[in-house]
C-alpha cells in the first residue's frame, strides 16, 4: 500500500513539475523531475522476498510511464527495469545509509539520463551531445536528492506495524 502511494505521487508530481517548470533544450531548471525513477531505489526493501514481483512492477511501471509521458513505448519500461536491477545490486552489496543515499541517487540519475541519451544518439532520436547530456544531468539533481531525502524521512517517521518491512536506509 505504501509504495502504491509512492509510486503514484511520483507519477503524479512528475507530470506537473514538467508542465510548470521550463523544458527546453537549453532553458532546464535547476529542478528537473526524475522523481519516478528514484523511487524505484527507494521502494526495493519492500521485495526483497519478491525480486520477482518487483521486476515485473517495476517493468509495468516504465511502461505506464512510456504512456503518459514519453509515447515511446517499451523505452522506459526497459530502462526502469535496468535501474531495477542496479538498486537491487546496490540493496544486496552495499550499506545504505542517510549519506550515501545523496550518492547513491545521483548514481541513479546519472545512470538513467546516460541510457537515455545513449539511446537517443544511437536511434538518432533527438540531437544529443555530451555538453547536454552534463547539462540536463548537472538540472536534474537537486530536485530528485531532495525528493528522495523527505521520501525517507517520511518513511522512517511511520511506525513499523504499518509499514511492515524494515527500512535499514
Known amino acids: 500500500m505504501i509504495v502504491a502511494i509512492l509510486l503514484t505521487i511520483s507519477l503524479l508530481l512528475d507530470g506537473i ?19 519516478t525513477v528514484v523511487s524505484i531505489f527507494i521502494i526495493y526493501p519492500f521485495y526483497r522476498k519478491k525480486e520477482k514481483n518487483y521486476f515485473l512492477y517495476m517493468f509495468l511501471l516504465g511502461m505506464i510511464y512510456d504512456l503518459f509521458y514519453t509515447n515511446l513505448l517499451f523505452f522506459n519500461g526497459i530502462l526502469f527495469l535496468i535501474i531495477a536491477i542496479i538498486s537491487q545490486i546496490i540493496h544486496k552489496n ?41 547539462y540536463k544531468i548537472t538540472h536534474s539533481l537537486l530536485l530528485n536528492i531532495l525528493y528522495i531525502e523527505i521520501v525517507y524521512l517520511i518513511l522512517n517517521l511511520i511506525p513499523k506495524k504499518y509499514r511492515k518491512v524494515s527500512i535499514n536506509l
Request: glycine share 2%.
Open 17 to 35: 513539475l514538467t508542465n510548470f517548470l521550463p523544458y527546453m533544450p537549453n532553458d532546464l531548471s535547476l529542478f528537473t523531475p526524475l522523481l
Open 94 to 134: 552495499f550499506e545504505i545509509s542517510y549519506f550515501k543515499l545523496i550518492f547513491y541517487i545521483a548514481f541513479i540519475v546519472v545512470l538513467y539520463e546516460s541510457l537515455t541519451g545513449a539511446i537517443l544518439f544511437i536511434f538518432q532520436l533527438v540531437p544529443i551531445t555530451i555538453p547536454k547530456l552534463i
